[in-house]
């Protein structure tokens, strides 16, 4: 009786449509949405993957590689859809892994024309080929979500600490953060053209997940992403709670942040790493010449938390080379770090990085 009850249920609930398919209750199916051919004629399609669950539920999607050279979040795609809660889902998840395919081919974070596709959206029909790709995901994905969460590294050559960035004024969004909770959640506004803005005029609550260096997988980013994901589905009880690891404690939660830049070119060395608590004055690093006559020491210039870093030993003057976050509870910032770090090494598998 309970199949049956259940089986009726699936069958009052109207199937998915995204692009020319239709994704009943209960499947899962991963559509190819076209984009274009290559300058050999070999097509291009975007694929998204659905899950589409038998109880009615939000929309939910979850894309990675909008810049093509950042494919942890490809990763974490792929940890979440062999993920035992989504198997209970109830809603519709759709997972991008990999928005932007040229670049993703090309190992890098631009389209063949060196635009940045994360600055066209919502896209034209008539546009550039970025523009053209961003307007797809815009009718295919957002107009069709509730809820996104976009996944990014930063660029190659530079780390981040696994963090959120969050639109301001937005109690929704800032409660989504919390669920995800990850160690740092940032205040920061979008930028014109971003996925993020284009989502919150459209009225979807979009949260933004930055972790590790471009065109590198890590076990600590990819994890704590798997994990903040399914914290959040579980928030908006689209998976049982059951299986969701739990935060061990609260995100640091910063206003503003800032990045150090190279006061001269040399050889740069780190004295300090991602998710370090720095006061004012201290020593991060140091840039020398390779004759080692001269050294330029990199200090602090007021207290918080190094969520980013350049990894690249040379450097010019002028380089940014460490992303500074201002926290607000000032008092809790080491512990709490220290608390997400354990859940990323105990956890069960189960706006973007830009720098002017």
């Not at 696994?162 to 995800?180: K, Y």
């Not at 190279?262 to 690093?285: H, I, N, Q």
Request: proline share 7%; aromatic share 4%.
């Amino acid at each position: 009786m309970k199949d049956d009850s259940q089986q009726e249920k699936a069958a009052m609930r109207k199937p998915f449509e995204i692009g020319t398919e239709t994704v009943a209750p209960g499947e899962r199916r991963t559509v190819q949405l076209p984009i274009s051919v290559m300058s050999d004629h070999t097509p291009v399609t975007m694929a998204a993957h659905v899950i589409h669950g038998r109880k009615p539920g939000p929309v939910m999607f979850i894309s990675a590689a909008i810049h093509g050279d950042e494919v942890i979040g490809v990763e974490i795609v792929r940890r979440l859809l062999a993920s035992k809660p989504l198997t209970r889902l109830s809603g519709t998840l759709i997972a991008v892994p990999i928005v932007n395919t040229y670049g993703f081919l090309a190992n890098s974070r631009y389209l063949p024309d060196r635009r940045d596709l994360n600055r066209c959206f919502p896209g034209s029909v008539g546009g550039s080929l970025a523009s053209r790709l961003a307007q797809i995901f815009t009718n295919e994905i957002l107009a069709r979500s509730d809820y996104g969460i976009d996944l990014h590294s930063a660029a190659v050559k530079r780390t981040n600490l696994p963090q959120i960035r969050l639109s301001p004024r937005n109690p929704r969004l800032a409660a989504l953060g919390d669920a995800f909770a990850p160690p740092v959640i940032l205040t920061s506004p979008m930028r014109e053209g971003s996925l993020r803005e284009t989502a919150e005029k459209m009225g979807v609550d979009v949260l933004l997940y930055e972790a590790g260096e471009g065109l590198r997988l890590d076990e600590f980013s990819a994890r704590i992403g798997v994990a903040g994901i399914l914290r959040v589905m579980a928030a908006l009880d689209m998976i049982p709670p059951r299986g969701v690891p739990k935060p061990r404690g609260p995100s640091v939660k910063c206003g503003r942040s800032s990045w150090l830049r190279a006061p001269t070119g040399g050889l740069f060395r780190s004295m300090k790493a991602e998710g370090d608590w720095v006061d004012a004055g201290t020593v991060l690093g140091v840039v020398s010449d390779a004759l080692g006559l001269e050294e330029h020491i990199i200090l602090a210039e007021e207290p918080g938390i190094i969520i980013g870093r350049s990894k690249f030993p040379i450097v010019n003057e002028g380089d940014a080379v460490f992303h500074i976050a201002e926290v607000r509870q000032v008092k809790r910032a080491g512990t709490d770090i220290e608390a997400s770090t354990h859940e990323s090494e105990s956890a069960p598998l189960f706006d973007e990085d830009e720098i002017i």
